[in-house]
């Protein structure tokens, strides 16, 4: 889990030095990729009783998905607006 959680904002911080949007929009597939690796993980956690449900579904609650753009925020590409002005 500490392996998934650490490339999250690696994968974040090399995708940012990237210059082209397909290769921005990779690493953010990446991390994307390993927050939800360290949600299973807490499912997991939760499942077998290793910590208490409600500790768990905070913690699942806050686990961001505003790596994934939704449609409103994505060129007709799918690659997020953001991606195709850098």
């Not at 994307?32 to 997991?44: K, V």
């Not at 009783?49 to 007709?76: F, H, I, K, N, V």
């Amino acid at each position: 889990m500490r392996r998934a959680a650490i490339s999250i904002p690696a994968n974040i911080a090399e995708g940012f030095t990237k210059r082209g949007a397909s290769e921005k929009a990779r690493f953010l597939n990446f991390a994307q990729g390993s927050l939800e690796e360290c949600r299973y993980y807490l499912i997991l956690i939760q499942d077998l009783g290793y910590a208490a449900t409600a500790d768990m579904d905070a913690l699942l609650e806050e686990s961001p998905s505003c790596l994934l753009p939704t449609r409103a925020q994505s060129s007709p590409t799918g690659e997020p607006l953001q991606m195709l002005n850098s």
